[in-house]
């Protein structure tokens, strides 16, 4: 099993280059945030807990992200490998992954970090709010907190990972087939 952890703050281009990625490597694609809004859109108690604090911009309870990502794991158990796609978000969130895939005798194979600059990042939120239909893109505020919330209580995720070796910066700026060409090279790199 390869595992991946796609990292970067919010607009960097994880669900982008997500959806290419599993494409080509044949993973299953773990995004936390989609989750979540299936469970708004299907207006589970989840959901409404978890609208209340993402049109915030805040983060939602980590035992309620990991209990999620806990299921996915055990109902995928000939998966390939998995892409991580806006988890793990904190250090205690990074921990309890590394429990899980422990339990699974597996581990995170590399952590790929796109690299974009504040004003880009913004730039790609104000655009996407025209079509996303997400409530956290509405909100210019909004958009903010969540870059603070990235810089204070995300950041410490590739610091922990970095203790391992297993970070590897991406510029996550350019075309999207220049950086999806960037991640597959590093990928391969670990792969052979
Ligand atoms: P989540 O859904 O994970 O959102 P996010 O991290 O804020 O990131 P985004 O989805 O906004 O950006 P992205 O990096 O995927 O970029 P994209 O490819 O879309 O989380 C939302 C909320 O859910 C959180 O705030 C929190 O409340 C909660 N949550 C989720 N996970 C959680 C967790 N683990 N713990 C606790 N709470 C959690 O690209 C952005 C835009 O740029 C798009 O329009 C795209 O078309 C465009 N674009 C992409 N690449 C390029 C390029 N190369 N050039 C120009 N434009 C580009
Ligand atoms: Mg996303």
Redesign the pocket.
């Known amino acids: 099993m390869f595992n991946i952890i796609l990292f ?11 959806k290419l990625l599993i494409e080509k490597y044949g993973l299953v694609h773990l ?4 989750l ?2 299936s469970e708004i859109a299907a207006q589970t108690a989840l959901g409404l807990e ?1 609208k209340a ?2 049109d915030k ?6 035992e ?2 990991v209990g999620m990502i806990s299921s996915v794991l055990d109902a995928k158990p000939n998966a390939k490998g998995f892409l991580f ?6 250090e205690t ?1 990074s921990e309890a992954l590394d429990n899980l895939l422990k339990l699974k005798k597996s581990e995170i194979g590399v952590v790929l970090a ?1 690299d974009v600059n504040e004003e880009e990042l913004i730039k ?2 104000i ?2 709010a025209l079509t ?1 239909g ?1 409530s ?2 509405a909100n210019p505020e909004v958009q903010k907190k ?1 870059q603070e ?2 810089k204070r209580e995300t950041l410490p995720v590739a610091a922990y990972y970095n203790k391992f070796n297993k970070v590897v910066h991406v510029k ?5 087939e220049e ?1 999806f060409s960037a991640l597959c090279s590093e990928i391969e790199k670990r792969l052979s």
Do not use: C, H, W
Not at 31 to 34: Q, R
Not at 172 to 176: D, N, P
């Open positions: 970067g703050p919010p607009g960097s281009g994880k669900g982008t280059q997500s995004s936390t945030g989609d979540l809004r978890a604090l993402m911009g805040q983060l939602v309870p980590d309620v992200v796609d806006g988890f793990p978000r904190t969130q796109l790609r939120l655009n996407r996303s997400r956290d893109d969540r919330v990235y996550g700026e350019g075309t999207v950086i």
